[in-house]
């Protein structure tokens, strides 16, 4: 008989050449505002949780929140050129009896043109 391991996603750095994924913290309000603060971004979902400072740390917090309860694993993408937070994405929908998760919440500013691949 065949023993699994559990499946339990964690926050772990991932990293390429050009990019980092790293978990989100706090720490990562301001930065994360000037990378989602982009109304294209938010065209299909409304209210703009990143129009200001503060809604971005209410967003932040509400995901950091999610992690905690095991929910959801969130990111953010680092451009490893400039250092600078250029967009977030997470694991989310953990399934874990199924060993399944759903990788969402992807956004990248539209004024990037990133040749990182994917």
């Known amino acids: 008989m065949q023993t699994l391991i559990e499946f339990n996603p964690q926050p772990i750095m991932l990293e390429s050449k050009d990019v980092r994924l790293k978990p989100l913290t706090s720490k990562d309000i301001e930065g994360f505002y000037y990378a989602a603060?982009?109304?294209?971004?938010?065209?299909?979902?409304?209210?703009d949780p990143c129009g200001t400072l503060?809604?971005?740390?209410n967003w932040i917090d509400k995901a950091l929140v999610e992690r905690e309860l095991g929910n959801q694993v969130p990111f953010v993408i680092i451009d490893n050129h400039s250092q600078e937070i250029i967009g977030s994405s997470r694991y989310c929908s953990i399934r874990r009896d199924d060993r399944n998760i759903e990788i969402s919440h992807t956004l990248y500013p539209p004024k990037k043109n990133f040749n990182a691949p994917m």
């Open 54 to 57: 503060q809604e971005t740390k």
């Open 37 to 47: 603060n982009h109304e294209q971004i938010w065209r299909w979902m409304r209210p």
